[in-house]
């Protein structure tokens, strides 16, 4: 518990039942392999905590832009709360040196640890909210995620990858860009795409997913990182 102690002090949290904060960093896979841990999962908190956070976004984005209409506040809201922003978040905070998990979760990399990630931010929340309400629950929002929206309309993250891609191509190249797929890998059940995004012929780069569709965004947000549009 002082591991924990210490990355509450460090998010400024303090814990009326710090019991509610490690139930929010327990991953179910965790109880699996240790049957006589004391405590539970933290599916309920993350459910409680997903609802917390998207009123204090919505909240939030409905006073700051009194003029906009209901799509792009839903577009805002997105790219503030989607997974990788909150995984992003919870990385940054530390928090993913402090999960219970399975050691087989433990070796999950990338899409499938960026779930687990949010799920425990989210499950975090839903702690706050249940030891001291909802205010601190929505101060801890602000910090963290409510301040990332300069960043989110700046870059555009508000649009899916590849439509800033094809605006960015067009704009610079005046060429629509293209996705071919590249590679199929794996049984039916669970296939894996490699997709490349090219330009005028010129191959930009590729991404991965368990969908052609998925593959593509992947690849298209490769193509914004490697160009820097």
């Known amino acids: 518990m002082s591991d924990l102690t210490d990355l509450a002090a460090r998010l400024s949290l303090s814990f009326t039942d710090p019991n509610l904060f490690a139930e929010a960093l327990t991953h179910r896979s965790y109880l699996n392999e240790h049957r006589d841990h004391p405590g539970t999962h933290n599916e309920r908190l993350e459910f409680l905590g997903d609802a917390v956070l998207e009123l204090a ?18 577009a805002y809201r997105a790219a503030l709360v989607n997974t990788v922003s909150l995984a992003e978040t919870a990385q940054a905070l530390g928090i993913n040196e402090h999960l219970l998990l399975s050691k087989g979760e433990a070796r999950d990399t990338g899409r499938a640890r960026d779930v687990i990630l949010a799920d425990a931010f989210e499950a975090i929340i839903g702690a706050i909210y249940l030891d001291q309400g909802y205010g601190p629950a929505e101060q801890f929002i602000a910090k963290h995620i409510s301040g990332k929206l300069d960043e989110v309309i700046k870059k555009r993250m508000y649009q899916d990858a590849k439509s800033r891609f094809q605006e960015a191509a067009q704009e610079k190249h005046g060429a629509t860009p293209s996705y071919t797929t590249l590679q199929e890998a794996g049984p039916d059940h669970d296939k894996r795409f490699t997709v490349g995004v090219f330009v005028a012929s010129a191959e930009i780069a590729r991404g991965e997913g368990k969908s052609k569709q998925e593959a593509e965004q992947a690849a298209a947000k490769a193509a914004l990182e490697k160009t820097g549009w």
Do not use: I, N, S
């Open 57 to 74: 976004t919505t909240d939030f984005l409905f006073r700051k832009f009194p003029a906009k209409p209901e799509g792009e506040l839903t």
